[in-house]
């Protein structure tokens, strides 16, 4: 609603007012008359509306103070509103008590005789230097004070009595206004009763203050006058007030329609609307875990107030809902809000945990949570409450609460427990080395579209840099069924393979920039119709890099499993279009192999030795063929051995089974046998070097699997 106003601490005062959801208006109402009443019984009284902090004592006050100005005739009220806080003394507040009712009178022939004496009498009972600080007396003036009040009738009573008469035939009631008397200090406290009860007693001012009683009385018996008794702080009250008010309570059903209207302001002004999804997990947050802490208005517009403040560029950008709790989190529970950020890896599933910590049970992990959150000064009460609520943001700890985890359905909602999106909601914006929404959405669109733009550059750019993350955000939109332009990513990001500059993520660092493109290609290729695909791989492997994803891809698309061991053996029965996409990379390979055939060996580059292995994917009888020739002409296959198997395998064999395998595919186990023949049946030397060392691992693996073929046993 557009009525909703968050940074200040007088809700819905600063514009016009619309339904009085909350019966503040309609409490106003009733102060004004009880005014009234008071007026018509007594020239002078005092009025306290109490109620707990942030329960609205400050919008009813407003309401009658509005409302009073906006109703001023001849005879109606006027307001004084005095802030006690300012002044540390009587005498100062005395003055300045003074000074404000002087001043609520109007400025006009009929109001200078009652003006004159009001000042007079603050001016008669305050030292003279507190007088040229609230009157502004220059030094001409000061001179003057002092000698009128040597030579004229300045005593206290007389300027008092003067002062009545004026007030009295003015005829018109001032109220002086006074709001959160409860965080005074008991010294401060006291003299404003002082101040109301002896000093301010005069003819037509009355006094409506406000305040916290339990907090009030707390400070009242941290006083010398009252001492360490509920009893008598409750009858000095007494003696103080006159009419009591009681704010009416802030019932549950008040505050959830304080609630929803705010929760509506904040979405209008993002333009934003929850889905079904999002509306049902946002009332299950609130009547789990934030109904029970959002009581009074203040804390209601406080939450939201700061939804509305840091939500800015995050819209569209984050979850709504995780967003909500995650500010409430922040706002309520600040220290916990930290350990957020402190167990980042943790709470996003991407820790790397010493093993222990990782065998232990749930229930273990909920303890300690509960410990840490204790030790973050989260009370007894709140500590279920603010768990349940990390269970909703965060999978592990739903896990320990004994519910299941879907980390990929947080990451497509964009939620604070996943990787990609969790600093987002920490830093309240997209940081420099994310991509927002918008920019990734066109970015898409461009592809598809084939219209470049800064976008899809970006997109290109962020893929090489930062290929894990902007891989997985490509499958969360795949999984969310969002068309996805296949063959243009795979053609954009094809040239870009062997470039990929992403550092290894997950356990160990397994998880590499390659591989992450890899698993992306697989899931994109299946994605275009079947009589789609050779054409588009063709135009991959037009570089020498996108030879190598298209070749790789292909053989994930058409293997048994998507393990990385290879399946060399071609389907007697496998659809016409994977042929033709073995043919047409085959031919692309070829091209790219050619010119390394007029070199020596030891002289391959590292992505003509990927091409050699990638070509077994596609064709390995054409591969058997070329790599053959070579040996006839200028290589030599052990040559060639120790530059294919590199020789940092250890501790692992320099050829196990599934090398084997590649082997055979790419020249033919038999015909290695047969070329390398006199090598493998002459006993091992002892090496000179550690190239020679590698050969003869190579030489040694070798005679060992010959060893073990049926047909050489």
């Known amino acids: ?281 946002l009332s299950e947050a609130y009547y789990r875990y934030l109904q029970a802490r959002l009581r009074t208005p203040r804390a209601i517009k406080r939450f939201f107030g700061q939804v509305d403040a840091t939500l800015g560029q995050l819209t569209g950008n984050v979850d709504i809902v995780d967003f909500l709790l995650a500010t409430f989190l922040r706002t309520s529970e600040p220290r916990a809000y930290q350990l957020l950020w402190q167990h980042r890896a943790e709470l996003t599933g991407t820790s790397m945990n010493l093993p222990s910590r990782r065998d232990q049970r749930p229930e273990q992990h909920l303890e300690r949570w509960r410990a840490r959150l204790q030790e973050a000064g989260v009370a007894e009460q709140h500590l279920d409450g603010v768990i349940g609520m990390m269970g909703m943001l965060f999978a592990p700890v739903r896990q320990a609460l004994g519910h299941g985890i879907d980390f990929q359905a947080i990451a497509r909602r964009r939620g604070i427990g996943s990787i990609d999106y969790f600093d987002r909601y920490m830093v309240f914006g997209v940081p420099d080395d994310d991509l927002p929404e918008h920019t990734f959405d066109t970015a898409l669109q461009q592809l598809a579209d084939n ?78 119709a079947e009589p789609d695909r050779p054409a588009i791989l063709k135009t991959m492997a037009e570089t020498p890099d996108g030879a190598v994803l298209a070749a790789r891809t292909l053989q994930r698309v058409t293997s048994r499993n998507d393990s990385d061991t290879p399946d060399h053996t071609q389907a007697a029965a496998a659809p016409d279009w994977i042929g033709d996409a073995r043919s047409r990379i085959s031919h692309e390979i070829a091209r790219h192999i050619a010119p390394a055939a007029s070199r020596p060996v030891d002289e391959l580059t590292e992505l003509e030795i990927t091409l050699i292995w990638a070509w077994r994917h596609t064709a390995s009888d054409a591969t058997r063929i070329w790599i053959n020739q070579q040996f006839d002409e200028t290589w030599t296959p052990l040559d060639l051995l120790a530059v294919l198997l590199p020789p940092d395998r250890a501790p692992f064999p320099v050829i196990d089974n599934d090398t084997l395998q590649s082997l055979d595919a790419l020249i033919g186990l038999e015909a290695l046998y047969s070329r390398l023949g006199p090598l493998l049946d002459t006993p091992a030397a002892d090496p000179d070097s550690p190239q020679d060392e590698h050969r003869a691992r190579i030489l040694q693996a070798l005679r060992e699997h010959r060893g073990n073929t049926p047909s050489n046993g």
């Not at 008359?33 to 019984?41: M, T």
């Not at 109620?51 to 009813?60: A, C, I, L, Q």
């Not at 004229?152 to 109220?175: C, F, I, M, N, W």
């Not at 393979?497 to 493109?517: C, E, I, K, N, V």
């Open 1 to 281: 609603m557009a009525d909703a106003r968050f940074f200040n601490d007088e809700p819905f005062l600063d514009h016009e007012e619309g339904p009085d959801l909350l019966g503040h208006g309609q409490y106003a109402q009733h102060v004004l008359s009880l005014l009234d009443r008071v007026r018509a019984q007594t020239e002078t009284g005092v009025l306290a509306l109490i109620g707990p902090w942030g329960s609205g004592k400050s919008t009813v006050l407003g309401k009658v103070t509005r409302r009073l100005r906006d109703t001023a005739n001849d005879d109606g009220w006027l307001v004084a509103e005095l802030n006690p806080w300012l002044y540390s003394d009587l005498e100062s507040l005395t003055l300045a008590l003074f000074s404000e009712i002087r001043e609520a009178l109007p400025d006009n022939g009929r109001w200078s005789d009652a003006r004159e004496k009001i000042g007079g009498f603050g001016k008669a009972i305050s030292p003279l230097g507190k007088v040229t600080a609230l009157f502004g007396l220059d030094s001409e003036g000061l001179i003057q004070e002092v000698s009128n009040r040597i030579s004229g009738d300045t005593s206290a009573s007389a300027a008092k009595h003067k002062a009545e008469e004026a007030l009295r035939k003015a005829g018109h009631p001032v109220l002086v206004v006074m709001d959160d008397l409860d965080r005074l200090t008991p010294e401060e406290l006291l003299v404003v009763f002082k101040l109301v009860r002896l000093v301010g007693h005069l003819p037509n001012v009355y006094y409506l203050i406000s305040f916290d009683e339990r907090t009030l009385l707390d400070v009242l018996q941290r006083s010398e006058l009252v001492g360490n008794s509920e009893p008598r702080a409750r009858d000095f009250l007494e003696k103080i007030i006159q009419v009591r008010l009681d704010l009416p309570a802030f019932r549950e059903r008040d505050a959830d329609l304080l609630v929803d209207r705010s929760l509506n302001a904040v979405l209008a002004s993002h333009s934003l609307v929850l889905t079904p999804g999002e509306q049902q997990r």
């Open 451 to 528: 219209t470049p733009g800064t976008e899809a550059d970006e997109l290109l750019l962020r893929l090489r840099d930062d290929t894990q993350r902007i891989t997985r955000r490509i499958q969360y939109k795949r999984a969310a069924g969002t068309p996805l332009p296949a063959a243009a990513l795979l053609k954009a990001a094809a040239p870009h393979y062997g470039h990929l500059t992403a550092a290894p993520q997950g356990a160990l660092g397994l998880f590499t920039a390659d591989r992450a493109m890899d698993f992306l290609a697989k899931d994109l290729l299946t994605d275009l």
